[in-house]
């Protein structure tokens, strides 16, 4: 594995995550309030799904395009520049 490639995150680890959480309590209140007929719980679960699912597209976009900037940034802090010559005090010879 390079430098360049993220390690894979497991199922279970991207099953528990923060969007996974998001995801879950999205589909009970749809499915909770569909069965039930509440229609705030089916407002508020598409709302959740919706938002989840621009969240996720949104950070797909964003963060390679950041990610990928981080990392021409500190390659090129990584090499080291020579030092300038600004010493008057010595002749040349």
């Known amino acids: 594995m390079t430098t360049n490639e993220k390690p894979k995150r497991s199922l279970l680890s991207r099953i528990i995550s923060l969007e996974g959480a998001m995801a879950a309590f999205g589909l009970y ?15 508020w679960g598409v709302m959740i799904l919706g938002g989840l699912c621009v969240l996720v597209a949104v950070r797909s976009r964003d963060w390679k395009k950041h990610w990928e900037e981080v990392e021409a940034a500190s390659v ?16 040349e010879k």
């Open 29 to 43: 209140s749809l499915v909770t309030g569909l069965r039930d007929g509440q229609e705030l719980q089916i407002f």
């Open 76 to 91: 090129g802090r990584s090499r080291p520049t020579p030092p300038e010559h600004t010493d008057t005090t010595q002749k």
